[in-house]
Nanobody
Framework: EVQLVESGGGLVQPGGSLRLSCAIS???????????QGWFRQAPGKEREAVAT???????TYIDSVKGRFTIFKDNATRTLFLQMNMLKPEDTAVYYC?????????????????????WGQGTQVSVSA
């Protein structure tokens, strides 16, 4: 069984920073870590969007609105996926979800996420407001 548990959300002022964590539990982590992982978000009234993804070979992809501000990285030793968010803006307010694939290794951001990411966390709220 695969479990993803996010943490690190909260309320922050514009310009502030947050680091989201996603703890991944699976008995086959050594294989699992080679597949796509990513962070998605969904704001009220909007569709879920992919914020950042990391391929099995470490290649990262970001949506334009977060480039230069957000960084996705993973620590296989602790089985954790991270999203470092700096210079936060009110438009970053959303529920953030981590996601992982059970079989796709490359071109994670280029494919339909519904076909790539089969495992999802429960979500963590990020609110950016003065």
């Amino acid at each position: 069984e695969v479990q993803l548990v996010e943490s690190g959300g909260g309320l922050v002022q514009p310009g502030g920073s947050l680091r989201l964590s996603c703890a991944i539990s699976t008995p086959t982590f050594s294989t699992f870590s080679r597949y796509c992982q990513g962070w998605f978000r969904q704001a009220p009234g909007k569709e879920r969007e992919a914020v950042a993804t990391v391929d099995g070979d470490g290649r990262t992809t970001y949506i334009d609105s977060v480039k230069g501000r957000f960084t996705i990285f993973k620590d296989n030793a602790t089985r954790t996926l991270f999203l470092q968010m700096n210079m936060l803006k009110p438009e970053d307010t959303a529920v953030y979800y981590c996601a992982a694939s059970g079989g796709t290794m490359f071109l994670c951001a280029s494919r339909d996420p519904r076909t790539v990411f089969g495992y999802w966390g429960q979500g963590t709220q990020v609110s950016v407001s003065a």
